[in-house]
C-alpha cells in the first residue's frame, strides 16, 4: 500500500446542504459528473467525496441506525501562518460551520482550531512550523 491518501468520503444526510457548504462556502472546487447521488472535490494530494450517509453504510454492509456525536474520524487543513488559521475559521464559520475550539497554540508547538461542519465532521485548522504540510 503507497502511503497515500486518495479519497476522503463523508456520509452526509443533506447531499445538496452539503455541496452548498463545500462548494460556495469553502470555495473547493468541484469536479463535474453525470451523478447527482454524489459529489467530488479535487484537493491538493487527495479527493473529498460527499456521499449520502445511509447509502455509504449500505456500500460498507453496515447498518447505520444511530450516528454518534463523534466518528472518530477528523480532516485537517494546514496553511501557512497563524493568520491564515483564523481566517479559514472565520470562513467556515460564515459558511454554516461551528466553530468548536477556537485557534490557540497548542501542546505541540504549533497554532489550530476546530470547526464541524453542517453534517457533523470535524475539521482541524492548523499551523505547523515545524512541517510544510501546504
Wanted: no cysteine; proline share 6%; aromatic share 12%.
Amino acid at each position: 500500500m503507497k502511503p497515500k491518501i486518495s479519497l476522503i468520503t463523508l456520509g452526509v444526510s443533506d447531499l445538496p446542504r452539503a455541496i452548498r457548504f463545500y462548494r460556495k462556502g469553502l470555495g473547493l472546487p468541484e469536479h463535474e459528473t453525470n451523478s447527482d447521488g454524489v459529489a467530488f472535490f479535487k484537493l491538493e494530494g487527495a479527493w473529498l467525496s460527499l456521499f449520502p450517509r445511509k447509502e455509504l453504510a449500505k456500500d460498507i454492509g453496515i447498518q447505520d441506525d444511530s450516528p454518534s456525536s463523534f466518528s472518530g474520524i477528523t480532516l485537517a487543513h494546514n496553511v501557512g501562518s497563524q493568520e491564515a488559521v483564523e481566517q479559514v475559521l472565520k470562513q467556515a464559520v460564515a459558511a454554516g460551520a461551528e466553530l468548536i475550539k477556537p485557534a490557540e497554540e497548542v501542546f505541540w508547538g504549533g497554532y489550530s482550531g476546530y470547526f464541524r461542519d453542517p453534517e457533523g465532521h470535524y475539521w482541524e485548522v492548523a499551523y505547523n512550523p515545524f512541517m510544510d504540510l501546504t
